[in-house]
Nanobody, 122 residues
Framework: QVQLVESGGGLVQAGDSLRLSCAAS????????MGWFRQAPGKEREFVAA????????AVAVSVKDRFIIQRANGKNTVYLQMNSLKPEDTAVYYC???????????????WGQGTQVTVSS
């Protein structure tokens, strides 16, 4: 059974940086992609970024493309979301997802973490 645990969220000021981490409890699958989503109160869950098992293929939402970077630890079941130049509109609960089919995009995720809160004050 796969469990995903996000960490690194917190309260920061606009312009600050933050790095989120997502760790899978075990290597249940040989190859899988992982992605980040976020959801603000009253809004639908929004795709942020995804990365393939190899780490060579990534997708990042246009809204954060110039500020966020998704990375995968080589040889580890952990992905990072480096968030720079944070804005108040980035405030949301950030969720990590795992796709057994190793796709890179906003759909097809099989497992989800519990989420980590990111709050950006102005």
């Amino acid at each position: 059974q796969v469990q995903l645990v996000e960490s690194g969220g917190g309260l920061v000021q606009a312009g600050d940086s933050l790095r989120l981490s997502c760790a899978a409890s075990e290597h249940t699958f040989s190859t899988y992609s992982m992605g980040w989503f976020r959801q603000a109160p009253g809004k639908e869950r929004e795709f942020v970024a995804a990365i393939s098992w190899s780490g060579t293929n990534t997708a990042v939402a246009v809204s954060v493309k110039d500020r966020f970077i998704i990375q995968r630890a080589n040889g580890k079941n952990t992905v990072y979301l480096q968030m720079n130049s944070l804005k108040p509109e980035d405030t949301a609960v950030y969720y990590c997802g795992l796709d057994r089919a190793n796709r890179v995009g906003p759909r097809g995720y099989d497992y989800w973490g519990q989420g980590t809160q990111v709050t950006v004050s102005s």
